[in-house]
Each structure stands twice: as C-alpha cells, then as structure tokens.
C-alpha cells in the first residue's frame, strides 16, 4: 500500500512568521493493495541550497557519531520568522527527514554547519528523531515553529544498495511518502509478502531514495517498483521509528 498526505493547514504555501511554507501532496497507486491517506506533510524551513551528498565521518575519529547513533546539534535563531536554512520532510508517527541543507548565508543550520565539526555536521538523509526533548512528530514539528534555539537528536544513515528478484510481483510493502517528497518510507513488511519470503535486506523503517539508480519525486520511484522485474533499491538506514503523536 502507498500511503499519501494532507497537508497541516497552520505551514502556509508562502514564508510565515513561522518561517516554513508547505506543499499539498496526494495520494499515490498502491503498489500491492490499497492506497490509504494518513497526515503527513513536508516543511520548508526556507533552504534555498542544493541537496548535498551525505556528509561522512572522519576517519578513526572517536567523536564521530556512528551511522545510526543520535548526535545532537543545538541550532539558533534571533527571531521566530528568521530562516532555520533546511528542507525538512515531516512524516507524522515516523520522523523528520533532512532532504537538503542551505550551504551559505544566514540561518540556524548553515551557521551551525559552519562551526562544527564535519562528522556533525547537518546533512541530507539524516533523520530528526527529537527536538527539545519531543519526539513525537507533531511536537517536534511545533517547536521547530515555535522557538529560537532548537536542540536536535539526529541519526545519520548508512546507505546501501539491494536487489529484489520480483519477477513483476508486488512486493508486499506499506510505504508511506508524500509526493513533494524525496523518497519512499517503509512503514511494514507484509509476513507474507515477497520481500519477507526471499529474505530481502528491507527492514520497516528503511528510507528508499533511489530505484533502479533513479532520484526523483515519489510517483517516479513507484513506476520504476512497478514496471521492474528486479528493482534495485538504494536505501537509507537509520535504526527505530520516532515516537506517534
């Protein structure tokens, strides 16, 4: 099943004194049932760079966070309209996902980029799992919002490839995304579906940003699922599901 979104009326489609405009998503096929349409929504936190290659950790250094562990960033900002610099895509009961990162200027990431250390450093892929001490999505997302310091709990992913021998069949897989978004969440694992019965290493939790070597918006990532026989998948891991609203 692919899940879609609506969007949170209080982020407006322009910049706000919250400083995060939004974007409608809508539903997709379902790629092995039906399409359902929980909240989601994806928060523009006024980027206006490019994505950036996930930044890796130095090597042998032993305050580099490992891939999967939380680090945490403490972002700042003088007033709650001032721009936080990055792209955020909010999946409620799931997570904050950081799709792009603004390199220069002002704002509470580039500047705090800016004086830390690489592996710390705040890139895309890396999934917000608390803000302030919240973690379910919705209260994260308020006090991203609502305040001028921002204490962040992120996990960097591991990334890799893996082949799913399909045949053309479904591959039994609830996804949850938007489609403004960069990829496909995995929210469940059907016990008898194809993936859980040839032992794919697809795990729930696991981001899918790319198919087939293909980035693009959801809808394009579901067509290459669907029309491939054997999909690759490139998957972004970081471990545990964000706490549900």
């Not at 980029?113 to 919240?134: K, Q, S, Y």
Request: with cysteine.
């Amino acid at each position: 099943a692919i899940r879609g979104s609506v969007v949170d009326p209080s982020f407006g489609e322009l910049a706000t004194a919250s400083g995060f405009p939004s974007y409608q998503a809508h539903a997709m096929f379902a790629c092995c049932c039906a399409t359902e349409e929980p909240d989601a929504e994806r928060c523009d936190f006024n980027a206006e760079g490019q994505p950036l290659d996930v930044a890796q950790g130095a090597q042998g250094d032993a305050a580099a966070p490992r891939k999967g562990q939380p680090f945490e960033a403490t972002l700042r900002r003088a007033a709650v309209s001032d721009k936080w610099g990055t792209l955020v895509e909010v999946l409620p009961g799931v997570g904050m996902y950081v799709t792009s990162v603004q390199e220069e200027g002002v704002g509470g990431v580039p500047e705090y980029n800016r004086g830390a250390p690489a592996e710390r450093r705040i890139a895309p892929l890396d999934r917000i799992v608390g803000v302030n001490g919240l973690t379910a999505v919705s209260d994260m997302s308020k006090a991203f919002r609502e305040s001028t310091t921002v204490v962040l709990q992120i996990r960097r992913p591991f990334i890799f490839e893996t082949t799913v021998e399909s045949n053309g069949q479904p591959l039994g897989l609830t996804l949850h995304h938007i489609e403004t978004g960069s990829g496909l969440y995995v929210e469940r694992i059907g016990p008898q579906s194809l993936v859980a019965k040839i032992g794919a290493d697809i795990i729930a939790g696991d981001y899918i940003t790319k198919v087939n070597g293909l980035e693009g918006r959801p809808s394009e990532l579901l067509q290459q699922l669907k029309s491939s026989t054997a999909p690759v998948l490139t998957i972004a891991r970081s471990e545990g599901p964000a706490d549900a609203p």
